[in-house]
């Protein structure tokens, strides 16, 4: 069975910093698109960042961007998302997904995994 599971949330002030970890059982995230996305109570649910396998391929949404770094630990087959200058905006679930398109006799096939999350709250 396979399970994503995040870590690292928590309570921190305004511009302080926290490292997400996104690790995976069943699978090998080394080999999966891995995305960090979040969700505010009553917004809609936002990608925040995204790593593919290709080395170098990252994305951020322009309100991260700069402040969120995302990155892999090959050797421990985890994503990482080092999250720093937070603010009071970044408050949300942050869950990881992985995203896997395979090609086997001349179909196409999409595995999609999602944690459960993790809250980051940020307030002084």
């Known amino acids: 069975q396979v399970q994503l599971v995040e870590s690292g949330g928590g309570l921190v002030q305004p511009g302080g910093s926290l490292t997400l970890s996104c690790a995976a059982s069943?699978?090998?995230?080394?080999?999966?698109?891995v995305r960090w996305l979040r969700q505010a109570p009553g917004e809609k649910r936002e990608e925040v960042s995204c790593i593919s396998t290709t080395v170098g391929s990252v994305y951020y949404e322009d309100s991260v961007n700069g402040r969120f770094t995302i990155s892999r630990d090959s050797a421990r087959d985890t994503v990482l998302l080092q999250m720093n200058s937070l603010k009071p905006e970044d408050t949300a679930v942050y869950h990881c997904n992985g995203d896997l398109t395979r090609y086997s006799g001349g179909v196409y096939y999409t595995d999609n995994y999602w944690g459960q999350g993790t809250q980051v709250t940020v307030s002084s």
């Open positions: 069943g699978i090998s995230l080394n080999r999966y698109t």
